[in-house]
Nanobody, 117 residues
């Protein structure tokens, strides 16, 4: 079965950096749209960054210039480089994969990111 495994979360001070990874098994990331979402306590889940199979990226306005989404096809892994982290970035971060070849989404289990001010 398809599995997405996020890693790289943790506790970091404001202004610091983290790199999240989303590794996929039994799914082909190169022909999928991959999105990083986050959900803070009491808030709705929101799209933070997205990368299509064609390489088009999209970012939440508040993270533009600070976060970068990228993909390593050989490792079937998508990354979210997060720089200049702010306390408002504290949330559980999830990756979602939508393959071109099947009409459904797959979600990872999430990784906690906590930014201390």
């Amino acid at each position: 079965q398809v599995q997405l495994v996020e890693s790289g979360g943790g506790l970091v001070q404001a202004g610091g950096s983290l790199r999240l990874s989303c590794a996929g098994s039994r799914i082909i990331f190169s022909v999928s749209t991959i999105g990083w979402y986050r959900q803070a306590p009491g808030k709705k889940r929101e799209l933070v960054a997205q990368l299509t199979s064609g390489g088009t990226t999209e970012y939440l306005e508040s993270v533009k210039g600070r976060f970068t989404i990228s993909r390593d096809n050989a490792k079937n892994t998508v990354y979210l480089q997060m720089d200049s982290l702010q306390s408002e970035d504290t949330a559980v971060y999830y990756c979602k994969a939508t393959p071109q070849y099947v009409v459904r989404d797959y979600w990872g289990q999430g990784t906690q990111v906590t930014v201390s001010s």
